[in-house]
């Protein structure tokens, strides 16, 4: 799962409630923290916050397959 947010509260409650429930968890707080991940990684779902400063998340959305 993915997790690309700024907010870092939120990153963080999320992180914990992954941990818990045993979901493996990627956080990223920018496109450019994104962009840095491996390009081979694969992800079943994507929570996408919808403002990222200059881009959207329906932006970013449009960046997967």
């Known amino acids: ?6 907010d870092p509260l939120f990153c ?4 914990k409630v992954a941990a818990k429930n045993k979901i493996a968890l990627s956080v ?9 991940l491996p390009s081979h990684r694969q ?6 916050d919808y403002f990222l400063g200059d881009i959207t998340g329906l932006e970013i959305a449009s ?3």
């Open 1 to 6: 799962m993915l997790l690309l947010d700024d």
């Open 12 to 15: 963080r409650i999320m992180s």
């Open 28 to 36: 990223c707080s920018s496109v450019e923290e994104f962009g840095q």
């Open 63 to 65: 960046l997967f397959r």
């Open 43 to 48: 992800f079943d779902v994507a929570i996408i």
